[in-house]
């Protein structure tokens, strides 16, 4: 039987000890990647919210460093604790935090969430600046930088763009991302808000634009991505628009229905790597995989939260003129790998594959030329299975965890997610990576992803494939 240890992932991030959330402050510098995140130094729930800290020289492998920011009282017997936020390099210190012609200066620019014995009372972006790639960090003495004096407005993500800081930030109960500018870092112009649109039923928290280059094409369009939750409603989930920022003001693009980062259950508040090579085009994003639905109660111990995979990002034009967000998931090498391309015979038989251990990849091309509706069983045993099944006719992709193993710890867990994927050229492909207690899949090159937690009880690798 499984452990809780057990559930643990293998190839993605989770913290030594204690709870997380949000990636904050993703950000590159002379050959680290480094992760800052939601973190209770205290902990295994919510509290205490503090930015840990670890880096990388790939995405794949990450050194845990000390923590990064923490809590601190005022002087009014409120406390501040560190909400999320994002991290520059001021490499030409328009902050004036650092020494005359000093380039590697990081200023991580955070939402400071004041409370009074709990309860929440004012959100408003303040500074915090390092000298050390990260290691040590100084409160800017005159923050907040920008404070509209409210009790929900949170979540900067701030970017270079022609010569200028760009800053999104969002008012989270009025659906709206507000676009400041800034020279210095310190002094904030509201340039335009955008929302109102897409998915309202929740509310919107780390919003984030940037750039995307078109697959095939020499152009770009800009991508805003949008978090949606609340505790206590049963849906967590992130939406994207794309469209045109002309510096000033983001202008999406007629789109038809609420676009999906991920299908999945388990993919929230991801923002994109500031300051990547140059060499990088592509966007790299990675989320925290849980939804504030049951994060608390997910059954590991000592810990709690991972991320997801970094992904990289492009877009794609389709024939009607609509471009769809495409998603690489960044993995190890050397993770055991089943490639396997299956027709409707092979189907029909089904296969059984002894994998080792419950961490790997599954890499599966099925040609759907007269195939029945077939299904991927994971974590399977007499008793459990988390099931992904694939419907012809209506070109479905479904993944049902409500047999997955341990479900009982909170009654939103059991869930089916949803996702459409027609077949390319009579082809569906699935890159499904396995790792303990996360699924993600990738269908079609990433045209459609899929992030869910599960937790099977049995340590059992297999994978059955086949129509039953
Ligand atoms: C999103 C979020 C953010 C907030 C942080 C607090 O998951 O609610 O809006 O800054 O978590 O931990």
């Keep these: 039987d499984i452990e809780p240890g057990d559930y643990r992932p293998a190839y993605h991030y989770s913290p030594p000890q204690n709870w997380t959330n949000d990636p904050n402050g993703l950000v590159y510098l002379d050959g680290e990647y480094h992760l800052f995140y939601q973190y209770n130094p205290q902990g295994d729930t919510w509290g205490h919210m503090s930015w840990a800290h670890a880096v990388s020289p790939d995405l794949i ?4 460093l000390p923590l990064a920011l923490a809590e601190y009282p005022n002087a009014d017997s409120t406390e501040t604790m560190i909400f999320s936020g994002s991290v520059v390099v001021d490499s030409l210190n328009t902050s004036g935090f650092f020494e005359p012609g000093f380039k590697k200066g990081m200023v991580a620019i955070y939402t400071s969430h004041v409370h009074k014995d709990g309860e929440g009372t004012d959100q408003h972006q303040s500074l915090a600046y390092s000298a050390d790639k990260g290691r040590t960090w100084k409160y800017y003495d005159k923050n907040p930088v920008l404070d509209l004096g409210m009790k929900d407005f949170r979540d900067p993500s701030v970017f270079r763009y022609q010569g200028k800081w760009k800053m999104v930030v969002a008012k989270p109960k009025e659906y709206t991302v507000l676009i400041y500018e800034s020279d210095n870092l310190k002094e904030w112009k509201r340039l335009s808000e955008f929302g109102k649109m897409g998915d309202m039923a929740k509310i919107w928290e780390c919003p984030s634009l940037f750039e995307v280059p078109v697959e095939g094409s020499d152009t770009t369009r800009w991508v805003m991505m949008i978090s949606s939750a609340a505790k206590d409603t049963d849906f967590t989930g992130m939406q994207y628009f794309v469209g045109n920022f002309d510096g000033k003001r983001f202008k999406a693009d007629k ?3 609420v676009r999906r980062v991920d299908y ?3 993919f929230y508040a991801a923002i994109p790597y500031n300051n990547l090579p140059a060499d990088q085009a592509k966007p790299i ?7 504030w639905a049951y994060a608390d109660k997910t059954p590991t111990s000592g810990y709690r939260g991972m991320f997801s995979l970094p992904r990289q990002l492009s877009l794609k034009l389709d024939s009607s003129g609509v471009y769809h967000l495409i998603q690489q998931p960044i993995v ?5 790998t089943k490639t396997l391309t299956m027709k409707a015979p092979d189907l029909k038989a089904g296969v059984i594959l002894k994998m080792d251990g419950n961490s790997y990849h599954l890499n599966l091309t099925i040609e759907l030329a007269e195939a ?4 991927v069983k994971l974590f399977s045993n007499e008793k459990e299975a988390s099931i992904l099944a694939y419907d012809i006719a209506t070109n479905q992709l479904t993944f049902d965890r409500t047999k997955s193993g341990n479900i009982a710890f909170h009654k939103k867990f059991p869930s089916v997610e949803i996702m459409k994927v027609p077949p390319v050229n009579g082809e569906l492909k699935l890159d499904i990576y396995v790792d303990n207690s996360i699924v993600e899949i ?7 992803v899929l992030t869910d937690l599960v937790y099977p009880t049995k340590k059992k690798g297999e994978a059955i494939i086949g129509v039953n």
């Design 61 to 64: 492998t990450w050194e845990e």
């Design 255 to 257: 789109q038809r229905g």
């Design 264 to 266: 999945g259950k388990d």
């Design 285 to 291: 994003i990675l989320g925290w995989a849980s939804n």
């Design 332 to 336: 190890r090498k050397g993770i055991s």
């Design 372 to 375: 029945e509706n077939f299904r």
């Design 442 to 448: 990738f269908a079609n090159n990433g045209v459609a």
